[in-house]
């Protein structure tokens, strides 16, 4: 690994999608622009990365979790023998790669990964969110960049600088998506009819209790006004439907596999806001009714904030998505194509399709600064 003359990047992003995908994204783009870059990536036993990582045909580096509570709780005490732990472990990861740059998404990897590269190994900082996590904060003081996907998330440089607002790193076959090409293709694959509105449902890769009963409790008014629908319920929820009309039929599935057909055969959605999914939907230009976390620190509502501001979403609370507000509101966008269209506008008009290009370019600036690129 270290025979090699291109240039070493560490991405660390481990645990969710939510951290992975724009530390992929960016993986690809480095490649496109060079591929004699080697990239690695750090992870967990526990994450998402031990499957996604490998799947992109990128190498995995495992490390101790570094969990940081939201709350004060015993955990806490055992929190420094962890981080030391873990720091031990990403330094010889980052010796053993020859790291010229790590650039970190946050996650419980990302703590570690900036700890020990400081003072040897430049740092880049990417915080995703409206409203930054504690482990990119403290990554910041150390980083030589720090780049955010929009403004006001509380994320800061050195010396109290503004971050550098690029967009979230969204991989190429969802960006470059021909909705419209794929059309015909996507609703074949996943038995819905070539005509009429598809309604596209997801809650993350576990899906969401929520939104499955509401949307699922709507299914007879959905299929009376002609619309169709491609119900993502999550692998370990099951979903009981009360209407099979073949002519607008409800398509239930664990998981989805193929995002980018999944956005191809949809006309709108019904998802969760993380900062990826309102990236991802965002940038196909897709009509959404976003559904924050009922907990958490208030960031997913943040998160689709621009995109509601731009006219492409609607934001709803998760109490008041019921089955009567699908109903209602949901069939009566999904039926008035004149307002589809517009908000689709609206919608990919707000994203930052070209934000993993523009983060791979400065990770080989930032390389170059290192001496060793």
């Known amino acids: ?52 990582v490998p799947a992109r045909g990128y190498e995995l580096a495992l490390v101790p979790p570094v969990p940081l509570p939201r709350k004060l709780t015993r955990s806490l005490f055992a929190l420094p ?23 970190g998404f946050g996650g419980y990897v990302a ?32 980083a030589t960049r720090v780049l955010a996907a929009v403004a006001g998330s509380g994320i800061h440089g050195r010396g109290s600088s503004e971050a550098e607002i690029v967009g979230i790193p969204v991989r190429p076959t969802i960006t470059e998506l021909d909705r419209a090409g794929l059309r015909a293709e996507a609703r074949a694959h996943f038995g819905l009819p070539q005509h009429g509105p598809v309604l596209l449902v997801f809650g993350g890769s576990q899906g969401a209790r929520s939104l499955n009963l509401a949307v699922s ?3 007879a008014a959905l299929a009376a006004a002609g619309v169709s ?29 193929r995002m980018d057909l999944a956005y191809a055969a949809a006309d709108a959605v019904v998802c969760r806001s993380g900062a990826m999914t309102v990236a991802e939907v965002s940038a196909v230009g897709l009509p959404a009714f976003y559904v924050p976390l009922p907990h958490g620190n208030g960031e997913q509502e943040l998160n689709a904030g621009p995109i509601v501001a731009a006219g492409g979403g609607v934001v709803i609370a998760d ?19 004149d307002r589809v269209s517009a908000m689709s506008a609206a919608a990919a008009g707000a994203g930052h399709r070209g934000a993993a290009a523009e983060v791979a370019r400065i990770v080989l600036e930032v390389a170059g600064r290192g001496g060793r690129a």
């Open 111 to 142: 703590l570690p990964a900036y700890l020990a590269a400081r003072g040897t190994v430049p740092v880049i900082v990417h915080e995703a969110n409206a409203r930054a996590g504690i482990a990119n904060k403290v990554g910041a003081r150390v």
């Open 319 to 337: 109490a008041d998505l019921t089955p009567e507000f699908v109903a209602t509101d949901v069939v009566s966008l999904l039926t008035d194509p």
């Open 81 to 103: 023998a962890k981080v030391v732990r873990s720091v031990r472990a990403t330094r010889a990861v980052l010796r053993d790669v020859d790291a010229d740059v790590v650039i």
């Open 1 to 52: 690994m270290t025979g090699s003359s291109g240039v070493s990047v560490v991405v660390a992003g481990g645990g969710t999608a939510g951290h992975i995908e724009p530390a992929l994204a960016v993986a690809d783009a480095l490649r496109e622009l060079d591929p004699s870059i080697r990239v690695t990536a750090l992870g967990t036993e526990r994450g998402l990365e031990t499957t996604l």
């Open 229 to 257: 629908v491609l119900h993502a319920h999550g692998p370990k929820n099951t979903l009981d439907v009360a209407t099979a009309d073949p002519d607008a039929p409800y398509v239930a599935v664990p998981y989805l596999t």
């Open 217 to 219: 409790g709507a299914s």
